[in-house]
């Protein structure tokens, strides 16, 4: 059976292909698998931005932040998200954050 860092490089595979709802279940199972794996969660945001699920992929990132406080790249897209949202303050304090 495949762990979590499997089925969250594999999900990220499916969605370069342009397969979003099946990188999506993947993923999801890799959480059910590993919930608390920062990177999964980061994967996770990284196919809902695609989708342009900003705010789902905004959850996703902020609990990648939280399980991996130090997880830059997060914190960067996190405040990527934001800016989408229009949330131009709270993404400053994201990227201050990630500085």
Same mark, same amino acid.
């Given at each position: 059976?495949?762990?979590? &860092?499997? +089925?969250?490089?594999?999900? +990220?595979? +499916?969605?370069?292909?342009?397969?979003? =709802? =099946?990188?999506?279940?993947? !993923?999801?199972?890799? !959480?059910? !698998?590993? /919930?608390?794996?920062?990177?999964?969660?980061?994967?996770?945001?990284?196919?809902?931005? &695609?989708?342009? &699920?900003?705010?789902d992929a905004?959850?996703?990132? %902020?609990? /990648?932040?939280?399980?991996?406080? =130090?997880?830059?790249? %997060?914190?960067?897209?996190?405040?990527?998200?934001?800016?989408?949202?229009?949330?131009?303050?709270?993404?400053?304090? %994201?990227?201050?954050?990630? !500085?």
């Amino acid at each position: 059976m495949p762990d979590a &860092r499997e +089925l969250s490089d594999k999900a +990220l595979g +499916l969605a370069e292909s342009g397969h979003y =709802e =099946e990188a999506l279940d993947l !993923i999801n199972k890799g !959480i059910k !698998i590993d /919930a608390n794996n920062a990177n999964v969660w980061y994967n996770k945001g990284i196919i809902l931005f &695609r989708m342009c &699920r900003y705010q789902d992929a905004l959850n996703s990132f %902020a609990q /990648a932040a939280d399980i991996d406080p =130090e997880f830059t790249e %997060a914190l960067v897209n996190k405040g990527v998200a934001l800016m989408e949202l229009g949330k131009t303050l709270a993404a400053i304090h %994201a990227f201050d954050k990630a !500085i």
